[in-house]
């Protein structure tokens, strides 16, 4: 796996080229996707072709860091309702205090 670091410009780029790989041999990219969710595991020719192919290994990194921010926002979103929940209580209290 090359260690250059690619980005969805990188890879527009890239398929406009004439050095732009066949692709026939990839697997679909819902494979990839799901190989980086954990929905498929113990596909060991996936995970190799996955390893071995530049295109495929950048598809997946793209899928893993897009999975982690989406679990991010969940998390951050969560949060923020107990915060919100807390204030809301916090103010509730207060105001039955005050009577």
């Not at 295109?55 to 997946?60: D, K, L, T």
């Not at 679990?71 to 039955?96: C, M, N, P």
């Amino acid at each position: 796996m090359a260690s250059k670091s690619w980005s969805k410009k990188d890879a527009a780029v890239a398929v406009e080229t004439d050095n732009a790989p066949d692709r026939s041999q990839c697997p679909p990219d819902e494979k990839v996707r799901a190989l980086a969710k954990g929905d498929i595991v113990g596909d060991k020719m996936l995970e190799r072709h996955v390893e071995e192919c530049e295109w495929c290994a950048r598809e997946y990194r793209d899928h893993a860091k897009d999975l982690e921010w989406n679990r991010f926002i969940g998390r951050s979103t969560k949060a923020s309702y107990l915060v919100i929940l807390a204030i809301v209580l916090f103010e509730i209290i207060r105001h039955v205090a005050k009577k």
